[in-house]
């Protein structure tokens, strides 16, 4: 019996690394775009290098999109690509909405124009909850995004359910609320504080200059809910879930249990540098995931000190020498 197809967007991201690797735990063919770059960026996906097959191609271009899709055939496909910072968003509206929104769009119809059925997962964001009308968000809870990425994820998620009704396409959006690791980007705050620790032990830094402490988020293991994703698309039917672990955590606290880890006073190293505030701010963000553990059996595995306390640990260890996730 021939493997299953498989085929990532974002591969060399944080998710897509994950996921890869469950693909291949669950023996999947994996196929991995990535984007034409003048450096390297494959270092969460170094280990698993030589047991998959990385396709160069881009979400803002829909020829290659077209030609990549046709050639694998894949049998389901995971569209974690996009321009991910919530933040630089703000600074780069138009691309981000070409290669998060959009992208999506072209992805899709590659899939329709090339007659390729397959099951397609569309990573979807809290962020499309933004200014939330209720406490905790579901899958019925209305979308008000407050960031240009946040209205990408919303066309994406809206773009995906049209081709689902138009076409009879088995497309799922994941909802999934803040998910952190070592392998989290440095520019994400979560990931940010724990290599400050890091840093400061080693003596390298002695500052680490933040936004708004007050704002909370539903944090959350990575690769718990890469292994969502992959249960949506094992569904008999297509259907959109949240992904949550139903707690939430201000940065503040995130600071508290984070220097804690180390032993360290957060106080004496913080500043608050207004360059890290967003022009219109989410302030809380609270998700439940009763439908994904009902019908997927889906719960999350790692909880909140649990996970600052494994990037901590990492980020402690991790030397000087090594080359950074970026």
Not at 246 to 261: I, K, N, P
């Amino acid at each position: 019996m021939a493997k299953r197809k498989a085929f990532i967007t974002g591969i060399t991201g944080q998710d897509g690394s994950y996921l890869a690797e469950i693909l291949l735990e669950k023996d999947y063919e994996v196929y991995g775009m990535v984007r034409r770059s003048s450096s390297f960026n494959t270092a969460r996906i170094d280990h698993i290098f030589g047991d998959l097959e990385l396709v160069f191609g881009d979400l803002s271009d829909g020829s290659s999109l077209n030609q990549l899709v046709r050639r694998i055939r894949p049998d389901e496909v995971y569209n974690l690509g996009a321009q991910s910072h919530v933040r630089v968003s703000f600074d780069i509206p138009e691309y981000t909405a070409d290669a998060t929104g959009m992208g999506t769009l072209r992805l899709l119809d590659a899939l329709r124009e090339e007659g390729v059925k397959c099951r397609f997962y569309e990573a979807g964001s809290s962020e499309m909850f933004g200014q939330a009308a209720e406490t905790p968000q579901t899958e019925t809870t209305p979308f008000h995004p407050r960031s240009p990425y946040g209205v990408s994820k919303v066309f994406g998620y809206w773009i995906t359910r049209n081709y689902r009704e138009a076409y009879a396409m088995y497309a799922v959006n994941g909802i999934l609320f803040n998910h952190e690791s070592p392998r989290r980007g440095p520019t994400f705050v979560t990931r940010k504080i724990t290599r400050a620790i890091g840093a400061i032990l080693r003596g390298e830094q002695n500052e680490l200059r933040l936004g708004n402490l007050e704002a909370k988020r539903d944090w959350g293991f990575a690769r718990d809910y890469m292994e969502g994703a992959w249960r949506m698309l094992q569904a008999d039917e297509p259907d959109d879930y949240v992904l949550a672990t139903g707690e939430t955590h201000s940065v503040r606290e995130f600071l508290d249990a984070a220097f804690g880890c180390a032993g360290l006073d957060w106080n004496e190293y913080v500043t608050i540098d207004e360059r890290y505030f967003r022009p219109a701010e989410v302030d809380l963000l609270l998700g439940d995931a009763s439908k994904a553990m009902q019908k997927l059996g889906w719960e999350p595995a790692v909880r909140f000190d649990e996970l600052v306390r494994m990037m901590v640990d990492h980020d402690r260890e991790r030397r000087q020498t090594e080359e950074h996730y970026v």
